[in-house]
């Protein structure tokens, strides 16, 4: 009797394929190091100097430079289809045009606008390249909750201890600081990003993953204590959301029917949501919700920038003039500096004109179908809606993970498309 062949059960995974592993080690790199750029961008979210904000800046065109050079001599990695995601790399290019064609009232600022958003389209090439497969998005998701979870904890440990110091060291100069964010809006919206991430997972492994609810918990109640208004709508409404999609989605594969098991961590996750509110104190932001104004200030500003837009609504005044050109366009005098329009899509459409508003807006309008369908990327419906009344997209510790989620979101898309694709292949031919 002859000896069955031996099939080495890694040739059909390449993994002895030098170039494959080759590609592998790249994106561990790329990925390692992009971690680490963002998580750098947001420890030193509250440092008032430019150096922190250009170190970003550098970092990510060194890496798109390097991985670039690599697949000059390597196969090239694919990266989402379709016209809505390329438009991300028009958005700095935009400001190229202004400063070339003199549309601009400040070249200065629109060439900063220009470079920082030019580092933002890096981080979504990055993010794509990054998470090319599952395995590889599930990673990177794990990784963004982890950084994300601490960054809660930290919230919650300082609110009452650290008298505005942040990590009760360094003076921020500020009453309050939200782990290394002095804007409590910023710091919700980077949380609105993370949530759902958490949320999902303890939809989807149930209690084989307990402590997912226990994260959401957390982050939940680092919002709350944050106070900000908008990020406790918004964070309520992503569990509220998060829930009807467990309620519809979620079911047993061979009865088609919810298991008890996912009942119990539906109704688990507002109880822990609850709990953490009442450990951590409704108080603070229950006072800012009796406000009698909560618009005061951004309706004046809001207002200004709908007019700027509409004197220029081609052009706009150049990106990142806004606080330029705001004085001739205000409808009231504030004793306070006006930094942003506090709200970005005005504010877009303002410094760029409706076409920029429609480059930074329809990359991610084209995306909530896929988030809905990928719920752990249901915070950037969140952060574009918080962006109506206030401005993550200048802050790249808030930014540069919704551009590096975006990327990943649109490459779950293109593998839902293959799939699609693939079995309706599979199907014709039957």
Known sequence: MGRLPVIDIRAKTRLNDPAEQTIQRTHQTVGTLLCLLLFFTTATVFVQQAWPLQAFQIGIYAVVAGYLLVEVFGAREPIAKGWEPWLVYLIPLWGVLQIV????????????????????????FLSQSVCSTKKARRLFLTIVLGF??????????????????????????????YATFQNRNNFAQYIEVVLPIALWRALREGWEAWWYPLLGGVLYASVIGSASRAGTVLCTAEIVTMLIIGFVKLHNPKTGKRSHTT????????????????????????QRFEEPDPFQSRREFLIAAVHMAEHQPLTGFGLGTFTEVYQRFAVKDFPFYANHAHNDWAEFAADGGIPFLLLVFVPFAAAVPAAFRHPWAIGLVAVMAHA??????????VSGWMFALLGALYMARMADQRSEAAAGAKTGAT
Not at 101 to 108: A, G, K, L, N, R
Not at 114 to 123: E, F
Not at 265 to 270: E, G
Request: hydrophobic fraction near 50%.
């Open 263 to 286: 009942t119990a961590i539906l109704l688990f996750i507002p109880a822990l949501a609850v709990v953490f509110t009442l450990a951590v104190g409704w108080q603070r932001v229950w």
């Open 388 to 397: 109506c009344v206030d401005y993550p997209f200048p802050r790249p510790a």
């Open 101 to 124: 064609t003199h549309t601009t009232v400040s070249t200065f600022e629109t060439r900063q606008e220009l470079l920082r958003w030019g580092a933002l389209a890096g981080v979504f």
């Open 148 to 177: 994300g979870t601490v960054m809660a904890i930290l919230c919650l440990l300082q609110l009452f201890t650290s008298q505005g110091h942040v990590l009760w060291i360094i003076p921020s100069g500020y009453d309050d600081v």
